[in-house]
C-alpha cells in the first residue's frame, strides 16, 4: 500500500483518513512513522532497523551521543552532540510507555526510537544544521523525570497514553522535517536560507516537542496519583470479595496474584529509589563533557597508570590531581565517556560531579546515596535486594545498610566503576567521610572489582593516601596537557574567526599562538579569557598591543575583564549578578535572575518594567566570567577561580567589584524578605492560628525533619532523632501554631499562568512555628545563607 506524503508546517501533527469521533491516538502515530520511512532511501531504512535497540539501556542516550561525535565528519571544535543528551532521555523514558501501552505492535515504541537516533545521524552530515538544531536545545532537564519511576506502573490511564502518543507524535513530525531540509537541492537550500533560517523552521517544532513533553509529564503524575487511589479501592473490593471466587481456575488466581505482586515490587523498588537519591547528577556531567574540544583529554588513556588502573585483576584507587584551572573536570568527564563506551553488562559505571556553588552537592551524604543510587537503578531486583534496601530505607539509608546494598549488588558485577570529581571542593570532615566510606566498601566486597577516580586539587592527594596507601596518580599539567592547551587555543581563535572576528595579516594567528604558549601556567581558564581579550580587537594594530602586555596570571586577566565590562556600560547589572551568584547557595534560572536583579529593598509590589531585558545576553555582558548551562538554564561562575578573586581581599581594578561575602549575603536577605511582602501574594506573612488545632504529636517530627533538611545532618544522627520523635508522647494535646504558607496561598499555583509571572517564587514552601522561623525557611529556599538575619536582626526587619 502506498503512502502520498504530506506537507507540514509549523510542527502541525501528521493524521490519517479517519473518523473525526476516533480518540485512539495510536493510528496517528503509526500513521506519522509510515510517512516517516517512505522518505527514507533503501540504505537509511537498514539503518533504521538497526538503530531500535537499546530503548530499554539506561546509559543508552549517552552512549548514542558518544557514537554521534565519533560519526561528526569535522574532527574539531567543541563537542556538540552532549546537548542531545536530555532530549533524547525525554524521547527515551516516554518510548518505554508506550513500549507498555501499545501491545498491539511491540515494535513501535523501538521504531520511534530509532527513528529519532538515526534523524540525527543523518544530520551530523549537515555540520552547520547539526550546530544550530543543538544551539535550540534547551529545558528538556526538567521534562526527564519523575515519570521514569512509574513508567511500567499504570498501563490503563487513556489520558496519559494520549498525552505520550501526542508527544512522539511531535518527535517524529520534526524527524521528518528535519530529514527533508537536508534533502533539498542546494539552489533551494540557498533560497531558502534568504527567506527563512534552518533556526526559524525547526523552531516551532521544538516548540510543540517542548509543550507535548510537559503535558505528559503533568499526566503521568494525574494517573500515578490515579493509580494509587483504584489500587486502594481494588485492595479493598478483592479483600471482600476473594472467598466468592470458588468457582475461577485457581490458576487465574494465581496468575492475578503474581501480577499485582510484580507490580507492587517494582512500584516499592522505584519508591525506595526516589528516597535514596533525587541529586540530578548528570547535569554537571554534560555541562563538562560540553567544554571538551575534539581532540583533547585523549592523553590520559595512553598512560600506564590509566592501563593498570582500568585493566588490572584487582580493585583499585586512581587519583587525578592537577592545579586550579587546568582541566580536571573535563578530562574526568572524557574518562566516563570513555568508561560508558567501553563498559559490558558486567560492568557498571557511577559518577558525581561536586559543584563549587551548590551546597547540597558538597554533602557525603548527598554523594555516597547519589552513587549507590545510580547503580542500584540498572539492578535486577531480586527478593534479597529489595529486602536490603527496605532494611537500609528503615534505617534512613545509613552508611552501614547501604554498604550491604552495594556489596550485594556489586557482587554480581565484574567491575564497578566510581568516578568522583571536584572531591577539594567538599569540606575536611565530608571528604573524610566519603574515602572512609569506599575503604568499608572496598573491604566488604569479596566478590566484583571496585575501580574508583578522585580528581581533585594536589591538596587532596595527601588525604587520599591515608586512606589508600596504595593508589596510582595521574598529574594534570604534564607535557600532554600543554599540547591539549595548544589544541584548545587553535580551536577557540578558529571559532571566533568563524564568527565576526577576523584579522588582516595571516601570521597574526601564529603570533597568537606563540604568545599564548609562553605563560598561562597550564590553565585553560587562562588560555579562553585570554583569547576573549585579544578578539575584542578590531585591528592588527590593536591585536598586536594586546600581545605586548598579556597578562600572565588569573588576576590580572580578571581585572582586564573587568576593565572591559566598565568600558561597555555594564558595571552595576554585572555586579549584581555577581552577587547574586557569589552568595546563592543554589544557582538561581536566567528567568529567576532577570526577576530579582532590579528589586529595591522596600520596594512593595512587582514591577514588569523593570525587569532585565535580553537577559540571554547575559554571559556577554560579564565577558564569559558567568555562564548560563544548557538544559538547566541556571546561572553559574565559569570558574569557581572567578568567585574566589571577586570575594577575595584583594583589590580589584574597578573598586565596584570589591565585593565581601557578608555584604552579599546581607543584600540578598534583603531583597528576599522585600520581595516575600509583595503586594502581589495577596497572603501576608503574618501569625494566624489553626481553627483547627494541631496535636502535639505530630509536631516534633516535622520540626526535627526541617531542622535536618537545613543542617544536612548525617543519616546516623537522623536515624536516632527521627526515632526519638515518634515515640509516643502520651494523650494528643491540641496546641495553637502558626498557619503553613503553602504556594497556592501566595496565589501562585504551579499551574497558572502566574508561575511564570513571578519565577523567583516557584517552589518556595513555608512551614514553621512562628514567623520568624517561616522567614528563615523562605531564605533557606530561596538559597540564601542569611545568617545575620537568623541570629540578630530578622525582627528588626518584620
Not at 532511501?41 to 538497526?50: G, V
Not at 519508591?271 to 540530578?280: Q, R
Request: glycine content about 4%; aromatic content about 8%; overall charge neutral.
Amino acid at each position: 500500500m502506498s503512502l502520498s506524503l504530506r506537507s507540514t508546517s509549523g510542527g502541525q501533527a501528521l493524521s490519517g483518513r479517519r473518523s473525526p469521533n476516533q480518540i485512539d491516538p495510536v493510528p496517528d502515530l503509526t500513521y506519522a512513522l509510515s510517512n516517516f520511512g517512505a522518505i527514507l532511501t533503501d540504505d537509511e531504512r537498514k539503518k533504521l532497523q538497526a538503530q531500535k535497540t537499546g530503548l530499554n539501556d539506561a546509559d543508552a542516550a549517552f552512549k548514542f551521543t558518544l557514537k554521534l561525535d565519533e560519526l561528526d565528519p569535522v574532527q574539531r571544535g567543541r563537542v556538540t552532540a552532549t546537548r542531545l543528551c536530555s532530549l533524547l532521555q525525554t524521547v527515551q523514558s516516554f518510548g518505554q510507555v508506550v513500549e507498555t501501552y501499545v501491545s498491539s505492535n511491540p515494535e513501535i515504541a523501538a521504531l520511534i526510537w530509532g527513528t529519532v537516533k538515526l534523524t540525527f545521524m543523518v544530520l551530523i552530515n549537515f555540520t552547520s544544521y547539526f550546530q544550530r538544531f543543538t544551539d535550540l536545545l534547551s529545558g528538556f532537564d526538567h521534562l526527564i523525570p519523575h515519570f521514569v519511576a512509574y513508567e511500567k506502573l499504570f498501563p490503563k490511564s487513556e489520558q496519559l497514553k494520549k498525552s505520550i502518543c501526542n508527544f512522539h507524535l511531535a518527535v517524529i513530525t520534526c524527524c521528518k522535517e528535519i530529514v527533508l531540509l537536508t534533502r533539498l537541492p542546494w539552489h533551494e537550500k540557498l533560497r531558502a536560507a534568504l527567506t527563512m533560517s534552518f533556526e526559524a523552521k525547526i523552531r516551532p517544532f521544538l516548540d510543540n516537542i517542548r509543550a507535548a513533553a510537559s503535558k505528559a509529564k503533568d499526566e503521568v503524575d494525574l494517573a500515578k496519583a490515579q493509580q494509587d487511589q483504584i489500587n486502594h479501592v481494588e485492595q479493598q473490593k478483592n479483600e471482600r470479595s476473594i472467598l466468592q471466587r470458588t468457582l475461577e481456575s485457581k490458576r487465574l488466581i494465581r496468575k492475578m496474584k503474581n501480577n499485582s505482586e510484580g507490580q507492587a515490587r517494582l512500584q516499592k523498588w522505584q519508591s525506595l529509589l526516589k528516597k535514596l537519591s533525587s541529586f540530578k547528577h548528570e547535569s554537571a556531567y554534560r555541562n563538562a563533557r560540553s567544554k571538551r574540544h575534539k581532540g583533547t583529554a585523549q592523553w590520559v588513556f595512553d598512560t600506564q597508570q590509566f592501563q593498570d588502573w582500568h585493566h588490572t585483576d584487582s580493585s583499585n584507587i586512581l587519583n587525578i590531581a592537577g592545579k586550579i584551572g587546568s582541566g580536571k573536570t573535563v578530562l574526568t568527564a572524557n574518562i566516563i565517556d570513555h568508561l560508558m563506551r567501553h563498559k559490558t553488562k558486567q560492568q557498571s559505571v557511577s559518577f558525581f560531579f561536586v559543584r563549587f556553588d551548590d551546597i547540597h552537592s558538597q554533602s557525603s551524604e548527598v554523594i555516597i546515596r547519589s552513587l549507590a543510587c545510580q547503580t542500584l537503578a540498572r539492578a535486577s531486583v531480586d527478593d534479597t535486594l529489595l529486602e536490603l534496601m527496605e532494611r537500609s530505607d528503615a534505617l534512613m539509608f545509613d552508611s552501614e545498610s547501604l554498604l550491604d546494598v552495594l556489596s550485594h549488588q556489586i557482587a554480581l558485577l565484574d567491575d564497578y566503576f566510581l568516578v568522583i570529581d571536584g572531591l577539594d571542593e567538599c569540606n575536611m570532615t565530608n571528604r573524610r567521610s566519603i574515602l572512609k566510606f569506599l575503604t568499608l566498601l572496598k573491604q566488604k566486597c569479596l566478590k566484583g572489582r571496585i575501580k574508583a577516580i578522585i580528581s581533585a586539587r594536589d591538596s587532596v592527594t595527601n588525604q587520599v593516601h591515608i586512606f589508600f596507601p596504595s593508589f596510582s596518580r595521574v598529574i594534570v599539567g604534564s607535557d600532554e596537557t600543554n599540547r591539549d592547551l595548544t589544541l584548545f587555543a587553535h580551536e577557540i581563535l578558529a571559532e571566533k574567526q568563524r564568527g565576526d572576528w577576523s584579522v588582516g595579516d595571516p601570521k597574526l594567528i601564529d603570533t597568537i599562538l606563540h604568545s599564548i604558549g609562553l605563560g598561562g601556567e597550564g590553565m585553560f581558564l587562562w588560555v579562553y579569557l585570554t583569547i576573549e581579550d585579544i578578539t575584542t580587537r578590531r585591528t592588527d594594530e590593536d591585536v598586536r598591543q594586546a600581545l605586548s602586555d598579556i597578562p600572565r596570571n588569573l588576576p590580572d586577566t580578571f581585572d582586564r575583564v573587568l576593565q572591559r565590562i566598565e568600558s561597555k556600560g555594564n558595571t552595576e547589572v554585572v555586579c549584581s549578578v555577581f552577587m547574586w551568584t557569589a552568595a546563592a547557595c543554589y544557582p538561581l534560572a536566567l528567568e529567576q535572575l532577570s526577576e530579582v536583579l532590579n528589586i529595591k529593598v522596600n520596594q512593595l509590589n512587582s514591577q514588569a518594567s523593570g525587569r532585565v531585558n535580553g537577559i540571554q545576553h547575559l554571559p556577554a555582558w560579564c565577558e564569559s566570567l558567568i555562564q548560563v548551562e544548557e538544559g538547566s538554564q541556571t546561572v553559574h561562575f565559569s570558574h569557581h577561580s572567578i568567585r574566589a578573586y571577586l570575594l577575595g581581599p584583594m583589590k580589584k581594578a574597578i573598586p565596584a567589584f570589591n565585593l565581601e561575602f557578608e555584604a552579599c549575603d546581607d543584600f540578598i536577605g534583603d531583597i528576599c524578605l522585600t520581595y516575600l511582602h509583595f503586594s502581589d501574594f495577596q497572603t501576608a506573612l503574618s501569625d494566624r492560628l489553626y481553627e483547627k488545632p494541631v496535636t502535639l504529636e505530630h509536631v516534633p517530627l516535622g520540626v526535627i525533619e526541617n531542622t535536618f533538611e537545613s543542617l544536612g545532618a548525617n543519616s546516623y544522627g537522623r536515624s536516632i532523632i527521627t526515632r526519638f520523635a515518634k515515640m509516643p508522647f502520651g494523650k494528643p494535646q491540641s496546641i495553637p501554631l502558626s498557619r503553613s504558607l503553602q504556594m497556592d496561598e501566595l496565589n501562585i499555583s504551579a499551574d497558572s499562568a502566574a508561575t511564570d509571572h513571578f519565577p523567583f517564587a516557584q517552589g518556595m514552601v513555608f512551614v514553621a512555628e512562628d514567623r520568624r522561623q517561616c522567614l528563615i525557611r523562605a531564605l533557606d529556599k530561596l538559597g540564601v545563607a542569611h545568617a545575620r538575619y537568623r541570629d540578630i536582626g530578622l525582627d528588626s526587619k518584620l
